[in-house]
Every structure is written in C-alpha cells, then in structure tokens.
C-alpha cells in the first residue's frame, strides 16, 4: 500500500498553526473556561488509603453560605458491571463509577468520596470542611509482595482471579494471571552455556502533565449535557459520563479544550461526571480543576512492578531462552497494563524458548491509567538490563548482543504474529555507526545501551474536508492536538490536493461536529487519522475531476490531478486549459455545489515501532548524583510527516524516560499517604538537568499506509530506563536493580 | 488455508487447540466457522480481543478479507497512551 513517490509537502518543517496562540497565552486550555452564574467545584477525598465509609454527613455543609449543590456516592446512578472495550488496562465501567465517587470503601488516600458546587472556591472548600465522614480504617496494601500473600487484606471482597484454567476457591488481589510461551524453555537453559536470573523493581510514577486536568459543565432542563474539558479523547469523556450517570451519549456534548499534555493520562474521567452532576442539582454550570496534589493523589499514575527475568544464552551471544515473571500494581482496581509490558518484553528478539507469567494486583494506590507505551517502559527496562548484565559476562558489545538476535521481517513475534517490514536492525546499525557511540569516556562515566518496542495502534478515525470559496481547505478531525498533529494533517491534506500547506486550516471539532474517532493516543493520530485526511482529500480530488469533466465536456475517467489542478489526460483533444482548486471551488455552484470530502475508517496495519538508544552518564562519587551528558536516540519511524516534531517525540520520550530512572517516585509513608504530591518534592528533569537530546530518524516504510507512516510517540520512552540504568552501572561498576536512580540511592549502592 | 492462532489465555476457548486451519475468505466468515465449531465463542472474541492477520493489528475487525495462506492470531487488545 506504501507508495513510492516524491513528496512535495511531506516531509517539510512548516509551523504549527496553534503555537502563536500556545506560547503568546491565547490558546484556551481547560480550565479558561467560563459561563454567566457559574459555580465551582470542589472534592472531598479521603485521608485514608483503604476505609470503610460508615457515613457522611453533609447537612451542616449544605446550609452554609454560597453552597449550591452536593453530592456523595449515594447521588450517582448504579452502574452495571460492564467491560470498557478499549485497549489495555481499560477496565470496567462500574469500577470507574466507583472510582469517579467512592461508595461504600475509600480505597486510596485521595479517592473522591463528596463533592460540594458552591460560588466561590473558598465557600466549596469551607463546606468541604464541614461535610463529617465516618471511617472505619482497613489494612492499606501498598506493593504487589504484599497483595499477593495468601494473608494479604482484600481490597475487593469478591474478586476472583481470571485467567486460571478453574476459578480459584477464595477471593484474592491478583486480578487476572497472564501467560505467553512458546517451546519448552527448560530445554532452552539446557542447551545455555550463560543463564541469567535478576529481579529488578520500579515505582509508581506519573505523567506530569502540566496542566492539570479541568472542565467546565452545563446541564440544561431538558437534561442536555455539555461538557468543556481538556482530554485525549472526548469521544471517550461522552462514553464514560454517559456510563457513570446513566445518560444517553445523544444528551451529552463535550467540547475538547487544547490540552497541556496527556501522555495517556487524560484517557479517563475523574471530574467531568461529578461536574454534570453538580450541575444537575444546582441548575448552575459547574468548574471543576484539580490542583496539582489532587493531579498526583488522584488521577492514574503508571504502575510499579516487579519483574524477575532470567536469560540463557550461547557463548556467541544467541539467546536459547528466556522468561519473565511480571507482576504489575493496577491501584485500586483491576486492569493495569500488563498485558502490553507482557507482549512487549521480549518482542525485538528472536528465541525459539520462552515464558512470560503476569499478575495484573490491587493495590491501595489510584488505579493506574495509560502511560505512554502503557507497561512497555517497566518489563523491557527489566529485559534491557538484564541483556547488559548478559553482555557484560560474554563480553560482547551491547549492540552486537542485540544485532545477534534481532528479529526482522517475517520473525514471529513473541506476542504472536509475524512482523511485517520493521526497521530495528537498522536502528541498531545506525546507533553501531553513530559518532557519539564512539566518543571517549571521562572518568566516573559511562554509557548504556537499551532498545525500545512498541506495537502502535489503528482504529477508528473520521476526516472532512471543505474546500472554501477561495480554493482554501478546511480539514475537520476529532483528534485533540498534542503532539503538532494539526500541522501533520495540512501537511498530507496539503500533499494530495498539490496546494501549498499555508491554505490548509485545520479545526478539531467537537462530539456532534466531527464523525466518531477515537483517543489522541497509541500513536494512532498521525497513522490513522491521518489516513482518513489522505482518503477524504482523495474524494476531493477525485469530485475535482469529475467537475473539471464536466465542465470540458470530457469523461472524467480522461482527467488527470497534476500539482492542485485538474488537467486533461495525454491524448485528450479538448482545447481547456487546467483547473485549479481554486477555479473548481469557484464554480463549485454550478456543478453540484459545495465541496466537501469525507472518510472514516478503521485502520488496520499500524506497523511497530523499534528504537535504539544510548547515553553518557557521568556519577558524583561523593553524592551519588548522575548526570547525563550525552543521549542519542535513534528510532525507525516510517515515514517522518513533519520530521521537528516526531524527532520532538524522541526527545520528550527520552526527557520523561529519564525522569523515570533518576528521580521520579511516588514516595508512601507507613499508612499509604503519598508524601511527595508535588513537583517540589516530585522530581520530573527539567530542561537544565539534560543536554539536548540527539535523533536520528530511520525511515523503513510502514507498508500498510499510503506514505509509510508508522506511530512514533510511544516508543521512544521505553528504551530510556534501561539506557540510563546500564549508563549508571557502567559508570560504578555497581548494578542496582530499583528505580530511581536517586542520588541516595545510588550513593548507598557506591557504599556498599 | 488460513492459519489460525489462539494463545494461552484464549485456548480454553477451543478446548486446548491452540492453531486451527481454516478454509475462509474473510473474518465474517472465520467467526461463523469457529462459531459453529465451538458454540458461544464469538461472545468472547468479538469487541474483546484483537486481531493480528498477516501482522496488521486490528480492532474490532469483521469484513477483513483472510487470504488462503493467511496467518490470524489473536491477542490482547492494546490502546496506548
């Protein structure tokens, strides 16, 4: 389906159209909205990491001045039990309602258990202050060790793990067992002459998005619902909401704000039901934003696992077995990525022999949400540095380790299906040929290699395309922009009408002005909605034709698109001269009217993503501190639309990856209270702390896409753990096995 | 004929057989074979899993066209951040 050709818009560095508005402060985020008699939002959370709510009391709260409106669990509808049929980690419905607003447990410090709509902020809170909640303190389970003893306390009374052949005797906190194999890996570490075993921990950690999640709702007497928020995926708010409070999707209409980050995060709903709700029973419109410790305590951070993996190898480096034991915190309630950090772990390597069990545990935290690559970054910093550790005992150089056993089109992967064109053998002959993998190193410094999976997803998308009066082109997608995807749909609407990228406009609609699409997220926009752009202006160009036939009298089957206009075929004898877009649009009237173009799809054949990277990191042996001081990440990325920002892509990956191995942590204290719920004490890498982040861009066709575009925003965090891992040991000569690598961490390890 | 993949999780599905053959034209047509093969299993593939053929993941898949030589595989769903 990959086509051969050379591109005139593609490929091109253009401004984005949204970043004047973005970096001058026009743009409108979510929490800019507002409306006349507006009230605001406020939640009650708990204090507690796992409690029985005995009862609340809310009347003194009511009374008090300014206050509109309350609402507790008792105030939402019940939820039937009903599976969300997204991806990983997707959930349940009813377990969302429950996480939306406790019911009869709180079960995290932070979960929501009242919500007051008052006047002014400081009235919300005041009557927060004056609603009195029973509690009845339980156990708070705080890692999957303990959750997964047999004397662990229940987070769920009636939870019954799935995934066994016979449904257990007795509840438990492990969810669902996983499990992926292929051969018999005893004969694999039989015919090993290296085997491997090492078990490697790593935190609960957050996205750090900036701008805290915000809506604003508005309820009218006909029980029509609109909500403004700013989210990944609004089709999804308008699914969820309707689940939570029992509504038809047709009485609810979100309106996506521009978004300050997401990173997988704002997949989900935590205010936006409780804002109609409040809504609701004021008859006033309703504000709510998180501050930023409600962001940290309540909204869904990534999971911490455990992964004890084991290699067995040959003395030249071929990979005879492997297996991993995976066990991922899922929060408060079921359905973590495992099943990702499963499928991904082994995936760029090919072994006949292989095991991977995984636990999908309950923990007393918030439920995790997507993170970026969702459990790709904790299995395969696992895999990544017990590969090092493998390399180091044979050594072999990383990269030739890796080369070695590589797989490539036509492998079959690990997680199933045979690998159509891949580019990770590229990738790891571009990082063997990079000058920096050959710079010298100073002392106290080393540098760490580690690869990067991630599948990347298709599924549905819609596109329209008007062409204005002017010849000028409006493209309508629903897909908030994160990541410069607007300027990516000019660029390829641009591409197929042959018209300069500075007449294309592009506007992110709302749930009843765009067709249904599916989440910001999985690295799917670029890929599939961009191919719903390419089909819709492929429908323009082919009404273009059919118009410019028309007009000369001529078949449309004799017309050519040549450089954005219509022009006769080769042999035509008509004396016309071509068409422009402008020109058809013009005489769009006396054709058949308007313009307009329209594709919606389910894309299928998203084609995986591979990367390599490497860094330089150099130990303050008196401190423990790490610095990196040099990071090279190199991924095939199919086709490059706008190359600034998917090596953008690269380099945030790296930046957040990096964060992730050298100091970001929740930090629990002994009752489950997250103790670090800012970015004082929360540590994400600021710009000062990295040097600039070299890319390169391999380009191996996707062949299931018009121009080869594979997803590129979720890979390039996977390598990064491992990367700086391995760095940190080659620069001690000490291996450690948890993350982060925080200075007093690694300054325990240097001493022993 | 299409080969067709079951893994671990999914295998009690089909009894234990984790690779079928199967003479069909599309995904339409491959869950009625099963269907009639293993009564009630469409209610657990479909908006469930996904699907692999020839490498390409998809979601939700049904008019999809299987080649003889194919290869499906299911597996889980996978979404992203």
């Given at each position: 389906m990959s086509e051969v050709r050379n591109f005139r818009a593609i490929g091109q560095r253009v401004i984005r159209p949204d970043g004047v508005d973005k970096v001058t402060g026009r743009a409108n985020f979510g929490a800019d909205f507002s409306l006349p008699g507006m009230l605001y939002g406020r939640v009650l959370r708990s204090p507690h990491a796992h409690a029985r709510i005995v009862s609340i009391d809310t009347k003194r709260a009511a009374k008090m001045p300014g206050v509109h409106a309350i609402v507790t669990g008792a105030d939402f509808p019940g939820v039937q039990s009903e599976e969300i049929t997204g991806g990983e980690g997707a959930g349940n419905y009813k377990d969302l309602a429950v996480n939306v607003m406790a019911r009869d447990k709180a079960l995290y410090h932070g979960h929501a258990v009242a919500a007051v709509a008052a006047a002014s902020i400081a009235e919300a809170e005041a009557a927060l202050a004056a609603i009195k909640v029973k509690y009845e303190k339980?156990?708070?389970?705080?890692?999957?060790?303990?959750?997964?003893?047999?004397?662990?306390?229940?987070?769920?009374?009636?939870?019954?793990?799935?995934?066994?052949?016979?449904?257990?005797?007795?509840?438990?906190?492990i969810a669902m067992v996983m499990e992926l194999k292929r051969g018999d890996v005893e004969v694999g570490f039989r015919d090993a002459d290296v085997v491997v075993e090492e078990t490697y921990r790593t935190?609960?950690?957050?996205?750090?998005?900036?701008?805290?999640?915000?809506?604003?709702?508005?309820?009218?007497?006909?029980?029509?619902?609109?909500?403004?928020?700013?989210?990944?995926?609004?089709?999804?708010?308008?699914?969820?909401?309707?689940?939570?409070?029992?509504?038809?999707?047709?009485?609810?209409?979100?309106?996506?704000?521009?978004?300050?980050?997401?990173f997988g995060g704002k997949t989900t709903v935590y205010i936006e039901p409780v804002a109609v709700l409040l809504s609701k029973k004021s008859g006033r419109p309703v504000k709510m934003t998180m501050t930023r410790e409600e962001v940290f305590r309540a909204s869904g951070p990534a999971s911490a696992t455990k992964c004890v993996i084991k290699i067995g190898a040959k003395k030249d480096g071929t990979l005879t077995a492997m297996t991993a034991w995976l066990a991922y915190e899922a929060g408060a309630f079921r359905g973590s990525s495992l099943a990702p950090g499963a499928m991904c772990i082994f995936a760029p390597y090919k072994v006949d022999h292989f095991l991977i069990r995984g636990f999908d545990v309950l923990v007393n935290k918030p439920k995790v949400a997507a993170y970026r690559a969702p459990g790709a970054p904790q299995s395969m910093y696992a895999c990544e540095?017990?590969?090092?550790?493998?390399?180091?005992?044979?050594?072999?150089?990383?990269?030739?380790?890796?080369?070695?056993?590589?797989?490539?089109?036509?492998?079959?992967?690990?997680?199933?299906?045979?690998?159509?064109?891949?580019?990770?053998?590229?990738?790891?002959?571009?990082?063997?040929?990079?000058?920096?993998?050959?710079?010298?190193?100073?002392?106290?410094?080393?540098?760490?290699?580690?690869?990067?999976?991630?599948?990347?997803?298709?599924?549905?998308?819609?596109?329209?395309?008007?062409?204005?009066?002017?010849?000028?082109?409006?493209?309508i997608e629903g897909n908030p922009d994160i990541g410069g995807s607007r300027a990516s749909m000019a660029l390829m609407a641009a591409e197929e009408l042959g018209v300069p990228y500075d007449r294309v406009r592009v506007q992110i609609a709302d749930t009843e002005s765009a067709g249904y699409t599916n989440v910001t997220g999985g690295s799917r926009v670029t890929f599939a909605t961009g191919m719903a752009v390419i089909h819709a202006a492929r429908d323009i160009v082919g009404q273009c034709k059919q118009r410019a036939a028309a007009t000369w009298g001529i078949d449309a089957d004799m017309v050519d698109w040549q450089d954005g206009h219509?022009?006769?075929?080769?042999?035509?004898?008509?004396?016309?001269?071509?068409?422009?877009?402008?020109?058809?649009?013009?005489?769009?009237?006396?054709?058949?009217?308007?313009?307009?173009?329209?594709?919606?799809?389910?894309?299928?054949?998203?084609?995986?993503?591979?990367?390599?990277?490497?860094?330089?990191?150099?130990?303050?042996?008196?401190?423990?501190?790490?610095?990196?001081?040099?990071?090279?990440?190199?991924?095939?990325?199919?086709?490059?639309?706008?190359?600034?920002?998917?090596?953008?892509?690269?380099?945030?990956?790296?930046?957040?990856?990096i964060g992730w191995a050298l100091n970001e942590e929740y930090v629990y204290d002994a009752n489950g209270v997250m103790e670090n719920a800012g970015f004082l004490d929360y540590r994400v890498p600021v710009a000062s702390d990295l040097p600039m982040i070299d890319t390169q861009l391999v380009e191996v066709p996707n062949p299931s896409h018009p121009y080869g575009v594979r997803g590129v925003g979720e890979t390039p965090i996977v390598a990064p753990l491992a990367v700086i891992a391995n760095a940190a040991h080659s620069a001690t000569g000490v291996r450690i096995r948890e993350l982060p690598l925080s200075p007093p961490r690694v300054l325990a390890a240097l001493e022993g | 004929m299409a080969q067709v993949f079951f893994p671990d999780h999914l295998a009690h599905l089909t009894h234990g057989t984790r690779k079928l053959v199967a003479d069909v034209a599309s995904f339409r047509e491959l869950l009625a074979w099963l269907e009639a093969r293993y009564p009630g299993i469409g209610d657990a593939l479909v908006g469930k899993v996904a699907v692999a053929i020839d490498g390409d993941i998809i979601h939700d898949p049904f008019l999809d066209p299987i080649g003889s030589h194919s290869e499906v595989h299911f597996l889980h769903r996978i979404e992203g951040g």
């Open positions: 339980l156990p708070a389970v705080m890692d999957v060790d303990t959750a997964m003893a047999d004397d662990a306390a229940l987070i769920e009374e009636d939870l019954y793990t799935a995934g066994l052949p016979e449904k257990p005797t007795k509840p438990s906190n935190p609960t950690v957050h996205q750090g998005y900036i701008e805290p999640h915000a809506c604003l709702a508005t309820i009218n007497q006909g029980g029509q619902a609109t909500v403004w928020c700013c989210t990944q995926g609004h089709f999804d708010v308008r699914s969820s909401t309707s689940k939570v409070l029992a509504m038809n999707v047709a009485d609810i209409r979100v309106i996506p704000s521009e978004i300050g980050g997401g540095s017990l590969l090092d550790e493998l390399a180091r005992k044979l050594d072999l150089d990383p990269i030739d380790l890796r080369l070695k056993n590589a797989v490539e089109e036509g492998s079959q992967a690990a997680y199933g299906p045979k690998f159509n064109a891949i580019g990770f053998r590229e990738c790891l002959e571009a990082a063997k040929r990079h000058p920096n993998y050959a710079l010298p190193l100073g002392p106290n410094e080393g540098r760490g290699v580690a690869a990067g999976f991630w599948f990347n997803a298709g599924m549905q998308s819609s596109a329209e395309i008007h062409i204005n009066e002017n010849g000028t082109v409006t493209v219509a022009v006769p075929k080769p042999g035509v004898n008509a004396d016309v001269k071509p068409l422009s877009l402008a020109d058809i649009a013009g005489n769009a009237a006396r054709t058949g009217g308007p313009l307009l173009g329209r594709a919606s799809l389910n894309a299928r054949g998203a084609g995986p993503g591979f990367a390599v990277n490497f860094a330089d990191v150099r130990v303050d042996p008196d401190t423990g501190k790490l610095d990196v001081l040099r990071y090279t990440a190199i991924q095939d990325v199919g086709k490059a639309i706008h190359p600034s920002y998917v090596e953008g892509q690269l380099q945030g990956g790296a930046a957040q990856g | -």
